[in-house]
């Protein structure tokens, strides 16, 4: 449901890479709050018309540079394979454009930095699409709920993000940790991000991390299952799990959770689905003073990331995340991703 936030101006903005489906959500989600899509470009001709077809308002560029050479453009959204998209930001924000970039942003620690310095000298954004907190109703109301105290003092958040493989769909490059990022990267930077949003820390050290394969052979460098813990500077500890390892017989691809300790009470977000009881998502499961709580977030609530991207890009604010906290997020799941590999 598009929020009730206008803007004067039209964000403008164009779609470079098309290798995930958060491409399709993030340029729904920006339509949906008024921005205007120009043109799309993609390598691969079979990726472009498929988006033509979902959008097809949109133009088809010829190359890259058509677009980046495009001054009345504002924004770029991109979900190329994950180890191009540090080097086509810095092409982004060299034409001064802002980048809007799927997860995992970088896959090492040396293409993070760069993105800083460029940041620095271009005054662009960097904005990191991290769904799992900022497009789900359920962790929305999370926030609320942390927010009213009703949890009292965090003390540890745990993430659990089990993913379904669907090995035959998945190309090549998913595949070769680095062009994927890793496990820890790619879907662990999801879990950082909320480490950081529900523990209210600014800055912390990965103390374990680990990572295997189990079920992909034919693939020895490929990582199936990943942990890792964390703790922040505010002393809140955070734990990740993740995994490509969700079972055939689960309705959905992940029964993705989310569990919050405070020092006044504890909180569960199943996300997606109450396994073998309600196959509807968005299930918040609250303990406090007052009782057993069984929450649902109003599933017309307005989810605000959208029109937040738009008023950033066009007044230059930080409603929609931080700067600092984007990279934050990217860099704990790269050190976590870099430990592991060392243990490896």
Not at 3 to 28: C, N, P, W, Y
Not at 174 to 182: L, M, V
Not at 215 to 220: A, I, K, L, N
Not at 327 to 337: D, G, S, T
Request: charged share 25%; with cysteine.
């Amino acid at each position: 449901m598009p929020s009730q936030q206008r803007h004067s101006e039209s964000l403008k903005f164009s779609v470079i890479g098309l290798e995930h489906v958060h491409v399709d959500v993030m340029t729904a989600g920006l339509l949906g709050e008024g921005a205007l899509l120009n043109s799309v470009y993609d390598a691969d001709p079979s990726k472009v018309a498929a988006f033509k077809e979902r959008f097809p308002q949109v133009a088809i560029a010829t190359s890259e540079e058509e677009i980046l050479d495009n001054p009345q453009l504002q924004l770029i959204v991109s979900a190329a394979v994950p180890d191009m998209r540090s080097a086509l930001s810095t092409r982004v924000m060299n034409s001064r454009k802002d980048f809007l970039s799927a997860k995992p942003a970088f896959t090492t620690l040396v293409q993070l930095e760069e993105a800083k310095k460029v940041t620095k000298e271009t005054g662009r954004k960097f904005l990191i699409f991290y769904s799992e907190r900022v497009h789900v109703r359920s962790a929305l109301m999370a926030e609320e709920i942390i927010e009213a105290g009703r949890l009292g003092e965090i003390v540890q958040v745990m993430c659990l993000a089990p993913h379904r493989l669907s090995k035959a769909s998945r190309p090549a490059w998913f595949f070769d940790p680095k062009r994927s990022g890793g496990i820890l990267s790619d879907i662990g930077s999801h879990q950082f991000e909320q480490i950081l949003s529900f523990g209210r820390i600014r800055g912390g050290s990965i103390t374990h991390a680990l990572t295997s394969n189990h079920t992909v052979p034919e693939h020895p460098d490929f990582e199936d299952f990943g942990e890792a813990t964390m703790t922040g500077v505010n002393g809140v500890t955070g734990y990740v799990r993740v995994d490509w390892l969700t079972p055939e017989g689960l309705g959905v691809w992940g029964d993705v959770r989310t569990k919050i300790l405070g020092t006044k009470g504890t909180l569960e977000i199943r996300k997606y689905t109450d396994i073998a009881k309600d196959k509807s998502p968005d299930h918040l499961f609250l303990v406090d003073a007052t009782g057993e709580h069984h929450l649902r977030p109003d599933t017309h609530a307005p989810m605000p990331y959208f029109s937040q991207v738009i008023r950033d890009c066009l007044e230059r604010t930080d409603s929609s995340m931080n700067q600092k906290h984007a990279f934050l997020a990217m860099e704990l799941a790269l050190k976590a991703q870099a430990m592991a590999n060392t243990a490896g």
